[in-house]
């Protein structure tokens, strides 16, 4: 279900779980609870959408962590270096800052 689906559900559930609210104004909790349980049936829905993307994403993210740790490793710090720029044949550089470019950290004691 995409997020357009998500959001029919969610205005069709809010509707219905409002008319008892405006059918029966004394009875507002019944109302509520029917709204909260609408909302709880659409939040888990979605959720239960959303586990194999998870998932996938998690598997990602773990095959990636070798490589993002070696990456770190060889950049140090990253406030050693400017702003990546973009160069008019799509090159990307990532400038290291020369020594004197360097800020140290004041600390007021």
Partial sequence: MGYAGAMKKLILIMALSASPILAQEADTDKGLSLLQEGAGLLLRGMM??????????A??????EPMLRDLMAMM???????????????D???RRKLPAELVSPEIDL
């Fill in 48 to 57: 239960a959408d959303m586990e194999p993307a998870m998932q996938d994403m």
């Fill in 92 to 94: 990307i550089l990532i």
């Fill in 59 to 64: 598997e990602s993210f773990a095959k990636a």
């Fill in 76 to 90: 140090d710090d990253l406030t050693n270096y400017h702003a990546p720029e973009v160069l008019p044949n799509g």
